[in-house]
C-alpha cells in the first residue's frame, strides 16, 4: 500500500511552462528609434530588445532553447501553456492575410519545443481587427484551430472551431487525480471587443462551460483553467476594468462554482506578474488566478517566462525566468521562486490570500512584489494609492466591488 500510495504521488506531480503575448515584431531594427515602435529612423534600439517597443527575433528563438534544454532531463510529462498574442502591437491597419501570417509565426514558435505538450490559445491581438472575436469570425478559429490541430484531440478542435475554447487531459497525471485543462477564450468578454457588449453568452461558452465542469464534477476530475484574459482589472492602465460586468460577474461565480475541483486559471494579457483572488459572493469559496508576465518587452518590462510546481492538486510554487534587456546578449536568469521570496508553504487560495493580507501592513513587501510585477525593469515607482489599489485589485476582481480603490 505504501508504495502504491508513492507511485501515485510520483505520477500526479508535474510541471508546467507558461508563455504567454509574444508579440513577435519580424520589424524590429536594432539602431532604430524607439518612438517609430523600433521600426524605423535613427536612435537607441538595442540588438536585443527595448522596453518601448515589442519582442525581438533574438528573444523569441531563445525561448525554445531555452525550456528545452532545461527540460531535457525532466522523467515526467513536458507541458507549455501558450496564452496568445503573437501579432505586434501598433500596427496599424492589417489585412487577413497578415493575421494567419501571425497564427502561421505561433506554430513554428511552438514546434521548437521538443515533444511538448502544447496548450494553445487565442489572444486579443490574434483577431481582425483585433480585440473583435465573436461567432462572425469563424474563418479566424478555423485556420487557427487548423494550425493548433497537432497538440488537440478532436473532441477539442471542434468547440476551438466553433469559439476557441476546449478541454483536453493533461496527460501523464495519474488515474486517481485526472486532471483536465478547460480553455476559456475570454476574448469574448474583453471591454474593447464592442460585437459582444451587450451579449449574454456569445457562442455559448458560459453553456459549455458549465456543463463541461459539471461533467468533471460527477467523474472527480481536477481541472486547470487557463485563458488570455483572467477577470479584474489592469494595474498597468490605471486599474481599468477589462471584461464588460456581466461576464466579469458570471465568470467569477461559475469558477468559483467549481472550486473544489479546479487547481488554478492561467493567464496572461495584462504583461504582469500578479494575481487575482477570486471568491464567491460569499467569500466561502475561492480560486487563485496567476498571471504572468509576458515575453513581451513594451511599456517597460523584461522578456519573462514561467515553471508552475504542480503536485497533490495543489499549484505549490513558480519560478520566473527572465531576461535582463539592458545586456548585449540573451541570457535567461532565474528571476524568483514565489514560495522562498514571499515564504509561503504553497500557492493555494488561503497562501495567497495571506500574502495579500501581509502586504497591507507590510510596504517593503508589497515593493518586492512590485518590482517583480515587471520582471524587475526598475522602470516604474509606486506611491501610496498605486499600493492600495494594486490590493485591491488582487482582492476584488469583481467590477461591482470598486470601494476599496483611491481616485
Known amino acids: 500500500m505504501i508504495i502504491i ?67 531535457s532531463d525532466k522523467k515526467h510529462n513536458k507541458i ?25 509565426n505561433a506554430t513554428k514558435f511552438l514546434k ?18 483585433e480585440n473583435y472575436q465573436d461567432e462572425s469570425k ?25 469559439g476557441g475554447y476546449y478541454t483536453k487531459e493533461i496527460l501523464g497525471t495519474g488515474e486517481e487525480e485526472k486532471t483536465y485543462v478547460v480553455v476559456l477564450n475570454t476574448v469574448l468578454y474583453y471591454t474593447f471587443n464592442k460585437l459582444t457588449e451587450n451579449d449574454t453568452d456569445p457562442i455559448e461558452q458560459f453553456k459549455w462551460f458549465k456543463e463541461t465542469m459539471d461533467k468533471y464534477t460527477e467523474e472527480n476530475k481536477k481541472v486547470i483553467v487557463a485563458a488570455h484574459i483572467c477577470p479584474g482589472v489592469s494595474e498597468r492602465y490605471n486599474w481599468s476594468e477589462q471584461m464588460y460586468n456581466q461576464y466579469d460577474d458570471k465568470l467569477i461565480d461559475l469558477i468559483t462554482q467549481y472550486s473544489n475541483i479546479t487547481i488554478g486559471m492561467i493567464c496572461g494579457h495584462l504583461h504582469l506578474d500578479t494575481y487575482r483572488i ?37 499549484i505549490q510554487s513558480y519560478i520566473n525566468y527572465y531576461v535582463d534587456l539592458n545586456k548585449t546578449d540573451v541570457q535567461w536568469k532565474f528571476n524568483y521562486n514565489a514560495t522562498q521570496e514571499y515564504n509561503l508553504n504553497d500557492l493555494s487560495p488561503n497562501s495567497m490570500i495571506s500574502l495579500a493580507q501581509r502586504m497591507h501592513s507590510n510596504r517593503t513587501l508589497h515593493d518586492i512584489w512590485y518590482e517583480h510585477m515587471r520582471a524587475d525593469s526598475h522602470m516604474y515607482q509606486c506611491d501610496d494609492k498605486c499600493w492600495n489599489n494594486n490590493l485591491c485589485a488582487l482582492e476584488h476582481p469583481r467590477n461591482s466591488e470598486k470601494d476599496c480603490y483611491k481616485w
Open 278 to 314: 477570486m471568491q464567491s459572493k460569499d467569500k466561502k469559496k475561492t480560486v487563485i488566478g496567476y498571471l504572468s508576465p509576458s515575453l513581451d518587452t513594451y511599456l517597460g518590462i523584461n522578456p519573462s517566462i514561467r515553471l508552475y510546481d504542480i503536485k497533490g492538486n495543489i
Open 138 to 162: 469563424s474563418s479566424l478559429f478555423r485556420y487557427a484551430a487548423k494550425k493548433y490541430s497537432r497538440w488537440l484531440p478532436q473532441s477539442a478542435l471542434e468547440t476551438f472551431k466553433r
Open 5 to 71: 500510495t508513492l507511485l501515485i504521488s510520483i505520477v500526479s506531480s508535474y510541471q508546467i511552462w507558461q508563455v504567454t503575448d509574444v508579440h513577435f515584431d519580424g520589424n524590429y531594427k536594432e539602431g532604430s528609434d524607439p518612438n517609430t515602435v523600433c521600426r524605423s529612423g535613427e536612435g537607441t534600439a538595442r540588438k536585443i530588445g527595448d522596453y518601448s517597443c515589442d519582442t525581438t527575433d533574438y528573444v523569441l528563438k531563445s525561448v525554445p532553447k531555452f525550456i528545452n534544454y532545461q527540460s
Open 112 to 129: 521548437e519545443f521538443n515533444r511538448f505538450e502544447i496548450i494553445p490559445m487565442l489572444g486579443n491581438h490574434d483577431a481582425l481587427p
Open 80 to 104: 507549455l501553456i501558450y496564452n496568445g498574442d503573437i501579432l505586434p502591437r501598433k500596427l496599424g491597419e492589417y489585412d487577413e492575410m497578415y493575421l494567419k501570417e501571425g497564427l502561421d
